[in-house]
Each structure stands twice: as C-alpha cells, then as structure tokens.
C-alpha cells in the first residue's frame, strides 16, 4: 500500500526530477537546511560521490558566525562552497533546493556561490 507524500517530500520529488531532466551532465549543487545549520555540497552523481562541501559546522566557520542559522551564515557557507568547488576544477553546476523553498537562507546561498564563481 502507497503511503501519502508529505508536502516536503513532494517539492524534493518533483525539484530532483526536473534537475535530473534537464542537467545534462553537470554536477548538483545540494543544499540542506536545518533549524540551526545550513549544509551545501557539489555531488557527481554518476560516480556518486562528493566534490566539495561546506557547512556551518566548519571550523573555520564556526569560530567567525554567531549562528548557523541566519543569512550570513548562509552566505559565508556559499562563498566556502564556491572556492572549494571552484579548486575542484568546477565552474558549471545545477542548484538543487531540496524541498525547501528559494527564499532567505537558501536564496542567501545560492546567490553567494554565484558571486563566488559557480554558474547555474
């Protein structure tokens, strides 16, 4: 028996899937949110593994944010995930929000990464 999909579950279905249509064969940029921490990363999915990542949990970042859940935390954990994509060799990636919506954090993210130098 199906069970039903809860709103959440929806939007990352229906997200993935259409990354998944029309990424051709660039990297995805993933993101994931929670209450206190804001978590990015650069997966290859056809070898599945991880490029780069970065998380408000860094050292580096832990030490300069108050919190982990505010848009400046956002945007130093984009700018991170930027550079160490971009010493990776990639510039061309495809942003996958997840379930959650293009709005604050996630929105603070993904500009940042793209001032950073990832295109997508």
Same mark, same amino acid.
């Given at each position: ?32 949110r929670s209450s &206190? *921490?804001?978590?990015?990363? !650069?997966?290859?999915?056809? =070898?599945?593994?991880? /490029? %780069? @990542? ?16 505010? &848009? *400046?935390?956002a945007t130093e !954990?984009?700018?991170?995930? =930027?550079?160490?994509? /971009? %010493? @990776? ?16 954090r996630i929105a ?13």
């Amino acid at each position: 028996m199906r069970t039903k999909l809860k709103p959440f579950e929806k939007r990352q279905r229906r997200v993935r899937k259409s990354l998944k249509a029309n990424s051709g064969s660039r990297l995805r940029l993933s993101v994931h949110r929670s209450s &206190k *921490n804001i978590y990015a990363q !650069v997966i290859d999915d056809a =070898a599945g593994t991880t /490029i %780069a @990542a970065a998380s408000t949990l860094d050292k580096d970042l832990r030490t300069k944010l108050k919190t982990g859940a505010d &848009k *400046n935390a956002a945007t130093e !954990v984009g700018k991170l995930v =930027a550079a160490r994509a /971009i %010493a @990776a060799g990639i510039k061309d990636v495809v942003f996958d929000r997840g379930g959650f919506m293009y709005h604050g954090r996630i929105a603070a993210l993904a500009e940042a990464a793209r001032e950073g130098g990832l295109n997508f």
